[in-house]
């Protein structure tokens, strides 16, 4: 963070959002230098569920986190047809991370497709900064089906599950 307040980093951080929204990136990060021990970071991300994978920008000054996976191989079941994240029964990922279906590799997955979960019951695990975030099922009833693959990467609101 700045020692000093720079006028210009208002509009900065301001072209930053536009540029965001105009990419469709979830989020971006920038690091801004003024001086020895003055600099500015900024991450803007965006809090709503994805429609498409994120594009890469051209910016050099734009990271953007990986695009969310698309539909693996589960059966399609008797969702829709559409986009699974409007699905009612959507668990989306509470966070950007890397997404495990097991405590841990060789061990049986937390769920399985036809499985019936309780409120509460950890469904799978994402991984954010070396930290295993258990992820709980927020509501009861049966795994229609999994979404993303053990190990894949997931943005904030990526569709994991649907649990009817």
């Known amino acids: 963070m700045t020692k000093t307040p720079h006028d210009s980093d208002v509009a900065f951080i301001q072209a930053l959002a536009e540029l965001l929204n105009q990419n469709d990136l979830a989020e971006l990060s920038v690091k801004?230098?003024?001086g020895e021990?003055?600099?500015?970071n900024v991450r803007v991300a965006k809090y709503a569920a994805p429609t498409a994978p994120a594009q890469a920008a051209p910016a050099t000054v734009v990271t953007a986190a990986a695009p969310a996976p698309a539909a693996g191989p589960a059966p399609a079941?008797?969702?829709p047809a559409g986009d699974p994240s409007t699905h009612p029964g959507v668990v989306p990922s509470p966070m950007v991370g890397t997404v495990y279906l097991a405590p841990e590799p060789g061990a049986d997955p937390f769920i399985t497709i036809g499985a019936q979960v309780r409120e509460g019951q950890t469904v799978l695990i994402v991984e954010a900064m070396k930290t295993m975030n258990h992820i709980p099922a927020p509501r009861g009833g049966t795994v229609k089906r999994i979404l993303v693959e053990d190990g894949t990467p997931v943005e904030y609101g990526a569709p994991l599950l649907?649990?009817?």
Request: charged share 30%; aromatic share 8%.
């Open 32 to 34: 801004r230098e003024y």
């Open 37 to 40: 021990n003055d600099s500015l």
């Open 162 to 164: 649907i649990i009817e």
């Open 77 to 79: 079941a008797a969702a």
